[in-house]
């Protein structure tokens, strides 16, 4: 798998997970899923957007490899 294809792997299953929270906070309104939220999904854009930054920067830096390589 390369780099650039486990970015759209994550990205992937970043909204999938979203999707699924939405559909479970419809029926899960109490404190533990406040709670959950709050220490989970609320601080994953931020991360995943970290991650995928970082993603794109070793694609870069193995490219520049394979390139200094051939």
Same mark, same amino acid.
């Given at each position: 798998m390369s780099v650039?294809?486990?970015r759209g792997v994550l990205l992937k299953a970043v909204r999938d997970l979203q999707v699924n929270w939405?559909?479970?906070?419809?029926?899960?309104? %109490? %404190?533990k899923a406040r709670e959950f939220e709050d220490r989970y999904m609320a601080p994953l854009p931020d991360a995943i957007n970290s991650a995928s930054s970082i993603i794109e920067e070793i694609d870069q830096i193995l490219t520049r490899i394979r390139r200094d390589c051939e």
């Open positions: 650039k294809s486990s939405q559909q479970a906070r419809a029926h899960w309104r %109490d %404190d």
